[in-house]
């Protein structure tokens, strides 16, 4: 793998990219690939970068990337449903 990034590097360079314009690119690259893993879940996302939450969110926000493409489309049930599901858990 150090061999790639290495080759990548080099290739970079040798097209005149900047240093910010890189690091940019990288930052969201690596960052898309973790929310893609955890399904757009911001919260695991941010465990697994070892951040917190609000500077996962504030990056996002800053590198335009679009969260709601990587959810699945389920949604959270109902609280009501939640708070019965909490108390069956309660009663056993």
């Known amino acids: 793998m150090r061999d790639q990034l290495e080759a990548l590097i080099m290739q970079m360079y ?13 930052k ?27 500077t996962l969110s504030r990056t996002i926000s800053e590198l335009k990337i679009d969260v709601r493409q990587l959810r699945d489309g389920t949604k959270r049930p109902p609280r009501s449903a939640r708070l019965a599901s909490y108390e069956k858990k309660a009663v056993r």
């Open 14 to 26: 040798k097209s005149n990219i900047l240093y910010s314009e890189a690091v940019r690119e990288f």
């Open 28 to 54: 969201k690259r690596f960052i898309l690939t973790v929310l893609q893993e955890n399904k757009g879940n911001q919260c695991r996302a941010a465990r697994e970068l070892n951040m917190h939450r609000n």
